[in-house]
Nanobody, 123 residues
Framework: QARLVESGGGLVQPGGSLRLSCAAS??????????MAWHRQAPGKERERVAL????????YYADSVNGRFTIARINPNNTVYLQMNNLKPDDTAVYYC??????????????WGQGTQVTVST
């Protein structure tokens, strides 16, 4: 059974950095068959996608609110996706979720989520 497990969240001061990791297991195909994304949801707000990386790692996309501060990366043989977050702001406080989406016609309906990891930016 497909599983995504996030880690690396925690409490950090404004201006600090965190690196989130997402470990994938139990997928029917290698991780290079899936686009991967990080989303976040703050209390009282809708979930938003903050970063996406294509299945081959050649394309990355960022929300305007994090562009230039966050970097998404993937190591397909290790089945791991990362989100490096720098210059964190209090508005970045949220639960961060890892998301896998099928990148082919065969996997077009595949959409799987992790349980999330809390990131809190505060003094």
């Amino acid at each position: 059974q497909a599983r995504l497990v996030e880690s690396g969240g925690g409490l950090v001061q404004p201006g600090g950095s965190l690196r989130l990791s997402c470990a994938a297991s139990g997928f029917d195909f290698g991780l290079d068959h899936y686009h991967m994304a990080w989303h976040r949801q703050a209390p009282g707000k809708e979930r938003e996608r903050v970063a996406l990386i294509t299945s081959d790692g050649r394309g990355t996309y960022y929300a305007d609110s994090v562009n230039g501060r966050f970097t998404i990366a993937r190591i397909n043989p290790n089945n791991t996706v990362y989100l490096q977050m720098n210059n964190l702001k209090p508005d970045d406080t949220a639960v961060y979720y890892c998301n896998a989406m099928g990148a082919s016609y065969t996997l077009r309906n595949f959409d799987h989520w992790g349980q999330g990891t809390q990131v809190t930016v505060s003094t």
